[in-house]
């Protein structure tokens, strides 16, 4: 995952904390039980400092540790954010099936050693081992996952929006296409991320800036063998240190805090699940000019004027990042349209993107599912078209044909294939998965070349203004390509998003 804030305020304070560790000011406690032969082991530092929401003259400093094993205690440069979740709240979880599943375990690996000691003349002895050995590795693994679910029941966020989301809802909204996932990875959720974002929305502070980096330490033997729990200060190990290659050794390598500490971004695995719902965006790029997010949807792009629309892109990023513009938006998706938009920090970066996209100078595509096959409409597999289509002023938004006084819209397609698509009542068709390159940017305009009698007349899959869209359904267009120069750096940006679809 791209670092959702800036990270070099958050560097200074991790570096103060790293001396601390190492002079011995600030220890490492241990609050869970480790196995024996873990003396050596490694763990996250996080750092975020906030500025209080009705304050802005006042700074909070967060600091805390990944996982459930650790946490720091003595001359603290922040506050310390405690676990989601303590580890004995999660231990009492694991309790109820922790024997049987290590009575398992001994069986299975048991039986393990006998199936690779038996010879190939003991052909029925070596198949009811190995289906003995399948079926308890079967009962294992559903107490395993009884145990953490469980465990990630007890899990809640407090989110950007001021709303409390538990963890398992968060992890199947992640999953509301296709396949659902039965549960998150071990861990997801104790990442010092989702600790810092969570201590920061639920005492109203607003985010600044965020980093976190890796330490390694050996675990004191009485500490091991102390099953209660105990302190466990180690030798800490040297920091990395990123090296400035436009100075020479013995020269100043050291110019700013993020030349001082490895930093590490939040994990793509955990953090990716869980990080955009608890921000409200999914950040694939942020600098101190633009912003590049990935749009959900359903989450229009720019505010409605009801009370009900004003939920969406630009309020959530004004939200995270007070100090941008008031309208950073440079470019719009269809609410119901998911994928790529670039948004700017300042006015000058405004300025200048929204020249790009005069100029033409943005390129995008787009991905979506036609409803039907387009080959049966006698289209060729390629192709540029051309429509003229204005505003319906009777039923807005919809737009209709006029080829007297309708915009051009002209588009480029490319068919990526025909498959099986399963609708949300269990039926199934065949659609047309296709590639589509704006080469204007008219309202609608995709859809229209998709529905439009005077296009291709297959509406996209979840069309509820210009073909169907049923229960459960959304609509199957996703910006999944976007091009551009950066507007400071001149640097030609490129970024992809697969379909959700």
């Not at 559903?142 to 679910?149: N, Y």
Request: charged share 30%; aromatic share 6%; proline share 4%.
């Amino acid at each position: 995952m791209f670092p959702p804030f800036d990270e070099n305020a958050a560097c200074l304070v991790l570096s103060s904390l790293v001396e601390l560790l190492n002079e011995g000011k600030v220890r490492l406690i241990r609050q869970a039980r480790l196995s024996d032969e873990r003396k050596i082991s490694s763990l996250m530092l996080g750092a975020m400092l906030c500025r209080e929401k009705n304050d802005a003259s006042k700074i909070v400093n967060l600091i805390t540790v990944s996982g459930i094993s650790f946490k720091l205690e003595g001359f603290l440069p922040g506050v310390f954010v405690e676990n989601i979740v303590s580890a004995k709240e999660i231990q009492t979880a694991l309790e109820k099936n922790d024997k049987k599943i290590h009575e398992l375990t001994n069986e299975i690996n048991l039986i393990e050693a006998r199936i690779k000691n038996k010879s190939e003349n003991d052909k029925e002895i070596l198949k009811d081992l190995k289906k003995n050995f399948a079926e308890l590795k079967d009962i294992r693994s559903k107490l395993c996952d009884e145990s953490l679910l469980k465990v990630f029941e007890q899990y809640e966020f407090y989110c950007a929006d001021g709303k409390k989301r538990k963890l398992l809802d968060i992890i199947n909204d992640s999953f509301s296409l296709g396949e659902k996932t039965k549960l998150p990875p071990t861990g997801t959720g104790d990442c010092c991320e989702p600790k810092l974002l969570n201590y920061a929305f639920k005492n109203n502070l607003i985010p600044l800036s965020m980093a976190q980096t890796k330490i390694n330490f050996k675990i004191k033997d009485e500490c091991v063998r102390d099953c209660k729990g105990g302190e466990a200060v180690g030798v800490l190990t040297p920091m990395e240190r990123k090296r400035n290659p436009e100075k020479p050794d013995g020269a100043d390598n050291a110019p700013n805090a993020l030349n001082k500490l490895k930093l590490e971004n939040p994990c793509d695995l955990r953090c990716g699940l869980i990080l955009p719902k608890i921000l409200g965006l999914e950040i694939l790029y942020r600098d101190d000019e633009i912003i590049v997010i990935n749009k959900e949807s359903g989450l229009l792009s720019v505010p409605g004027r009801t009370e009900d629309k004003k939920d969406c892109v630009t309020n959530r990023v004004r939200a995270l990042f007070p100090d941008c513009i008031e309208q950073p938006a440079v470019h719009r998706l269809d609410m119901e349209t998911s994928g790529l938009m670039v948004l700017a920090f300042t006015k000058e970066a405004h300025r200048n993107l929204n020249r790009q996209f005069e100029l033409k100078q943005v390129e995008k595509k787009y991905i979506a599912l036609l409803d039907g096959v387009l080959a049966k409409k006698g289209f060729a597999e390629s192709g540029q078209m051309e429509l003229f289509f204005r505003l319906d002023v009777e039923n807005r938004p919809h737009q209709i044909w006029d080829s007297v006084n309708g915009k051009s819209a002209v588009t480029r397609w490319q068919v990526l294939g025909v498959e099986r698509y399963t609708c949300p009542d269990g039926t199934r068709k065949n659609v047309t998965r296709i590639c589509f390159v704006p080469l204007t940017g008219r309202t609608h305009q995709l859809r229209l070349l998709s529905a439009d009698s005077h296009g291709f007349a297959l509406a996209i899959i979840g069309d509820s203004l210009y073909g169907s869209c049923k229960k459960g359904e959304r609509l199957m267009l996703h910006s999944s390509e976007l091009n551009f120069i950066h507007p400071k750096t001149n640097e030609r940006m490129h970024f992809v998003s697969k379909a959700p679809f």
